[in-house]
Nanobody, 119 residues
Framework: QVQLVESGGGLVQSGGSLRLSCAAS????????MGWYRQAPGRQREWVAGISRGGSTNYPDSVKGRFTISRDNAKNTVYLQINSLKPEDTAVYYC?????????????WGQGTQVTVSS
């Protein structure tokens, strides 16, 4: 069984920063790409950052320059640094990882961590 557990969310003032973490645990061979998504109340879940196993990163234009994704393969952990937080960043943030149990990878999701930005 694979589990992804996010942490690091909380209440922060506008302009502040947060660092989210997501650790994968369980029995698996490796982890391919990892990513972060968010879902604000009444809105669809949106992708905000992705990183390959080798460390190549991608972001939508809406968060470029403020969001930084990184990973530690030895710890099976992915991070999301969010700077210059805005009230519109308020959402539940989810991590996703493509985990290889035997041959093919399969996507797993964490339970989410709440980020609330006050104005």
């Amino acid at each position: 069984q694979v589990q992804l557990v996010e942490s690091g969310g909380g209440l922060v003032q506008s302009g502040g920063s947060l660092r989210l973490s997501c650790a994968a645990s369980g029995s698996f061979r490796s982890i391919n790409a990892m990513g972060w998504y968010r879902q604000a109340p009444g809105r669809q879940r949106e992708w905000v950052a992705g990183i390959s196993r080798g460390g190549s990163t991608n972001y939508p234009d809406s968060v470029k320059g403020r969001f930084t994704i990184s990973r530690d393969n030895a710890k099976n952990t992915v991070y999301l640094q969010i700077n210059s937080l805005k009230p519109e960043d308020t959402a539940v943030y989810y991590c996703c990882a493509n985990v290889v149990l035997a041959v093919q990878g399969r996507d797993y999701w964490g339970q989410g961590t709440q980020v609330t930005v006050s104005s």
